[in-house]
Each structure stands twice: as structure tokens, then as C-alpha cells.
């Protein structure tokens, strides 16, 4: 197979400098009609493609941005990256996908070393790596645009897109109370993620409002995955008052709940209801149907690379979400104090 034709290829075939293809390929003002033909001609007969690194180190744009991202659930970042993609896909823009560890110390130089080794254009944060300070320092220090997806902290710092995540979590625990529930467990997500925390204030708040108290002995921690779901769920139901309903902190450990029902007889929605976070496409599919909260987060991915794209001042967008009925809420089989 013969080599890939570069850019002295180019100047050698049209008989000019290797800077007058240069400006050729970035559109440059001052290169005569004459010359900018031979250029291209040349480009032809060789099939001549510029590289990415070749058009930055010209001054160009390379057309490509990344999303980076830290999170256990597929079927969340599925839509995430279906949002970006989209937006890409439909403006000529490359996107990258690249996971990192937000618990490892050198994940701000990995994502420094990322930056110099593609030259995107931009950045796309997804939680938790939306909050990881070696991230957002290594970024700012750059001078790289980025945008985050549901960011907790610094809000003021960078563009960003977002839910309002303590309200929706108070929205399905009022739901689940004024179904009838009175004891409801809730399993918390990944300690990593703001969001997490959001959630349980909200589950709290409406708990508060409603009057009832707050046991902690009804609060486990999750990871965002199926097996912190399926702890959670055995570690409620194997409590001799065990609660009625299981508020989920996704859809993820709520379908993991769901196993632990299915795999001890307990009949969903009869005698326990399920609830969860997200509406992935996990939530349609599992038996029965999760109600959930629907996060709009092809809307969120899209809209982020949308601003990034866009450029210019800070721009903030909150996105609304919607709770989600289907069909494993009922009111509680029996009573509880």
C-alpha cells in the first residue's frame, strides 16, 4: 500500500511553498485564483486529506471536541453520548468519548495529556467528573472551552446544563406518599456524584413536609449500578418492618430492587412499589415498568454541545424533568406506623 500524500506532496506536485498550501487549506485571503487552483488540483490527483494535527498546527480549528466522563451506569451514558452525537453528527463535528477515573490523583493530568494529544476544540463534562476539581483546574488552566452537565458546585464557573435534581427527588417521594406510603426506603447514589446528594435532600424535604420522620435506618448507599441495588434492596426487605415502597436513586439499582422482589416472592406493585431515577430505557424494559423520573438527558447532552459550540458568554440552562407512571407504584397492602 503506498504512504498517505502530505502536504510537501501537495507543494511539490503544484510547484509552490508548502505555506502557500497552507493558506490554501485555511482559506486564506491572499493566494490568487491561479495558485489556489493548482492546489486544489493537486490535492485531487493525490487524494490529499489534511490531518488534524497538520490543520492546528496551522492555526485551524480540528473540528472534534470530547466528552469525559465517569459513570457505572451504560444505559445512562448511552443517552448522554446519543445527545452529543447528535448535535456533532449534524454540524461535522467529531466527538470523542473518553472515560476516566475521577478517584485517581493523576486524572488532571490525564485529561492535560488527552487536550494536547487530540487539540479539541472544546469539552463536555458529565458527572462526576463535572465536579472533580483536578479536572476543572487542569481545564482552566489550559484555557480550553467546556461545558458541564449537571454540575453541584461552582455553578458560576463555566456554561452548564442541568435538572433540577433535589426537586424531582421531592416530587416522586410526595408521589409515593400521597400514594398511601408511609415507610419509604430510598437508596442513595454514588458518593461521587453531587447529584446524590440532591436526591436525598429531596427525599428528606418532602418526608419533612409531609410530616413524617426521617430514619436513617431506611437510607442505604448505592453506586449507581445494579448490585448496589440489589444490596440495597436486600438490606430493606430483610428488616422485620420493612418499608412499603423503595424510592431508587436510578434506574439502574431500582431494577436491582426489582430482582431481590422477584427473587423472594414479594409481588411488585401488590405488596411493594419501586421507584426510580432517570427513565432510561433499563426502565421500559425490566418487569414491571419502573415509574421514574424522566431526566432529559439527550436534551442535556445536546444541549451542552450546542453552547460549547456556540461559544461566547456563560450560559446557564435548566431543563425540566417529569415523573414518569407506570406500573410498579400502587398504594401499600397494608399499614405502617
Known amino acids: 500500500m503506498s504512504e498517505r500524500s502530505n502536504i510537501r506532496d501537495v507543494a511539490a506536485r503544484a510547484g509552490v511553498a508548502v505555506k502557500t498550501v497552507s493558506r490554501v487549506l485555511n482559506g486564506h485571503p491572499y493566494v490568487s485564483a491561479e495558485t489556489r487552483a493548482k492546489v486544489e488540483e493537486a490535492m485531487r490527483a493525490l487524494d490529499f486529506r489534511p490531518s488534524v494535527a497538520a490543520r492546528i498546527l496551522s492555526g485551524a480549528k480540528s473540528n472534534q471536541i470530547a466528552l469525559i466522563y465517569d459513570n457505572h451506569s451504560p444505559y445512562y451514558m448511552f443517552q448522554i453520548q446519543a445527545g452529543c452525537w447528535d448535535f456533532c453528527r449534524a454540524n461535522n463535528i467529531r466527538l470523542l468519548a473518553q472515560p476516566v477515573d475521577v478517584a485517581d490523583p493523576l486524572v488532571g493530568e490525564q485529561v492535560r495529556g488527552l487536550v494536547d494529544e487530540t487539540h479539541v476544540d472544546g469539552i463536555i463534562l458529565s458527572s462526576p467528573v463535572t465536579d472533580c476539581d483536578p479536572v476543572l483546574r487542569a481545564l482552566e488552566y489550559m484555557d ?183 406500573a410498579s407504584v400502587a398504594p401499600p397492602a397494608r399499614t405502617t406506623s
Not at 182 to 197: C, E, V, Y
Not at 278 to 300: F, G, K
Request: glycine fraction near 8%; hydrophobic fraction near 40%; proline fraction near 5%.
Open 144 to 326: 480550553i472551552p467546556f461545558v458541564r452537565i449537571s454540575p453541584g458546585t461552582n455553578h458560576a464557573l463555566t456554561s452548564s446544563v442541568f435538572m433540577d435534581d433535589a426537586q424531582a427527588a421531592d416530587d416522586m417521594t410526595t408521589y409515593l406518599i400521597n400514594a398511601g406510603h408511609r415507610r419509604i426506603g430510598f437508596i442513595k447514589g454514588h458518593q461521587n456524584h453531587m447529584a446524590s446528594d440532591d436526591r436525598l435532600f429531596g427525599y428528606r424535604r418532602a418526608l419533612d413536609r409531609a410530616g413524617l420522620p426521617y430514619d436513617p435506618v431506611l437510607v442505604c448507599e448505592g453506586e449507581f449500578d445494579f448490585d448496589s441495588g440489589v444490596r440495597g434492596g436486600r438490606a430493606l426487605l430483610d428488616q422485620s418492618n420493612r418499608p412499603t415502597a423503595i424510592f431508587a436513586s436510578n434506574d439502574d439499582m431500582a431494577a436491582g430492587v426489582l430482582a431481590v422482589a422477584h427473587d423472594r416472592g414479594i409481588n411488585v406493585p401488590a405488596e411493594l412499589s419501586v421507584a426510580g431515577f432517570d427513565d432510561t430505557t433499563l426502565a421500559r424494559t425490566v418487569w414491571p415498568p419502573l415509574t421514574t423520573i424522566h431526566q432529559p438527558m439527550i436534551e442535556l447532552a445536546r444541549t451542552a454541545t450546542e453552547i460549547l459550540i456556540a461559544g461566547g458568554d456563560i450560559n446557564h440552562r435548566r431543563l425540566p424533568h417529569t415523573l414518569i407512571e407506570r
